[in-house]
């Protein structure tokens, strides 16, 4: 089965146009979305990936109606492979994984993108390691924040000084019960390294 897909970003943009040319083209079923092609969240695109079955072929106007990205296209073309789908664009014919031009084509996106992916992983760890060796903190900051010391020890005073339960305290000075006692102890526990 041949299973249509179009989009377009903003309703003043129209679907016909690209219904029309996949109807031309033999579709059987069509899908669409009226969204940004950045969301990942599009109902007609995911509808069509629940649909799909093996020997269908997804066809779309032009490959960015589907993919956000190089990646999401790699991610997306390796998921229609496994499900046995092909995948054709209908203004890109060297975007089509029912030939061997199309699949060796995708290949090299596929490469390129892993490519990508191990630059990315490389550039980190030597930024890490750089990191490392000028001493710099990585990772949260430790500690409560100030704001929340803050109101650790107005929740104190009034429980100390005034007789207000725990409870009524941390709810007077907006902190949670938990945080009152992670504070507690940490400014114990740094009282008792200091000299």
Known sequence: MTVGYARVSTPEQKLEAQIALLEKEGCEKIYTDIASGTRDDRKGLNEM???M?????ILTYKNDRVFRSLRNMVEL??????AGVH?????????????ANG??????FAAVAEFERNLISERTKVGLDNARKRNKLLGRPKGAKVETIEKYHYAKHL???QGVSI?????RA??????????????????????
């Open 77 to 82: 073309i390796d998921r229609f492979n496994e």
């Open 87 to 99: 995948f054709k664009s209908l203004s890109e014919p060297e975007f089509d994984t029912t030939s």
């Open 53 to 57: 079955r093996k020997g269908d072929t």
């Open 167 to 171: 409870d009524n305290a941390c709810k």
């Open 174 to 195: 907006k902190l949670g019960k938990t945080s009152f006692y992670r504070v507690e102890k940490s400014l114990m526990a740094d009282s008792t390294v200091k000299p």
């Open 103 to 108: 699949k060796f084509l995708l290949q090299i």
């Open 159 to 161: 429980y100390e000084n």
């Open 49 to 51: 990936l629940k649909y």
